[in-house]
């Protein structure tokens, strides 16, 4: 099982997440980690955490995912590919040239999917993410399907040019093409060409983390509070995931004082809700965040 | 002289070939080409794609690139589309 906790910020992501891991590990091996590069969730459960997964309590780990890290070993490995084409250019320290990739557009919502990947594929059978605020994540979210509209489009276009090349070579034989002195033989089909291949098997890759958001043992929850900001945050929230066929399971209306109205709520979200009282303290510790899923249950 | 009529048939030959490919070549080149700018349609200002597929795909694509490039600064491209379609 897999949730991924979103809301605007401050509305109480990290406590509502911390407070369904709790719970959830009374019944699965269960890993929190949060992707927020600006982190709280040490604070919340009352530990000290790293990049590391860490023992909480019985069956409840911890991470905070260093997005840095992430980026870093995401680079390394596009970096040792590059490295084995442009080989001539280890003699003058190539690392130090492809380090300013770390800046390219695009590169932190990867690396984040990265951290997701990867946390993923550890031992647990439930794992709960505590997400940046909606911006950054919905930008992650869209991240594998604007790829995967970019990489069909590409492996099209490629198979058209495969496809024109096998004809001359039908008729004309092998071709070969000339850079300098040097005679390549061009690739005619799938199996030979490293374009297309690497097409595929980018493609692949981003398929599957795009199955962990629609899932169906994948529960998007918005965590939002009583006031019309979060609520209007949310509401455009749930338009780009309903146009990214993910499913929005779960609203936690967080610090509820008043009086709500759960009917409007739940007519514009067309989901379960749930109300979180405002406490009159902070709540933190493992006791008091599990008094809190208490107020949440309904995941399972 | 066998010899000669040897290579005029290898000429009318390859000659005949060539006719035959000649616009799927030119359709070639300017596949190969669109893909080259789609992929490094940055330089030019144009949207480039998410930057791991350009990272990925790069090392392998000497052959766009240099197409590509001979588009821009060697080829005379409406003078091949007249002589594709024998105008002129």
Known sequence: MKVFVIGKGGVGKTTCSSAIAIGLSERYKTIIASLDPAHNLGDVLMTKLGNKPKKVVNNLYAIEADIDFFAMKYLKELEKSLKNVYRYLSVINLEKYFEILRYSPGIEEFSVLEAIKEVIRSNFSAFVFDTPPTGLTLRILTTPKTTLIWLKKLIELRRMILDRRSAIEKIQGKILFKIEDEKIEIPTRENDDAVIKELIKYKNEIEEIQKIFTDKDTYVIGVLNPDKLSFLEMKRAKDVLDKLDIELKMIIVNKVSGDVSLSEIKREFETNVRLVKLRDREIRGIQNLRELYDEIEGIR | ?88
């Open chain 2, 1 to 88: 002289m066998w010899r000669n009529i040897f290579n005029f048939f290898k000429g009318f030959t390859e000659s005949f070939k060539h006719q035959s490919t000649e616009y799927i070549e030119f359709e070639l080149r300017e596949l190969e080409n669109a893909f080259a700018i789609l992929i490094l349609g940055s330089l030019i200002g144009l949207p480039s794609p998410p930057t791991p597929i350009a990272l990925k795909i790069l090392p392998h694509m000497q052959r766009e690139i240099y197409v590509m490039q001979s588009r821009v600064s060697d080829d005379d491209i409406f003078g091949e589309i007249l002589g594709l379609f024998d105008i002129g």
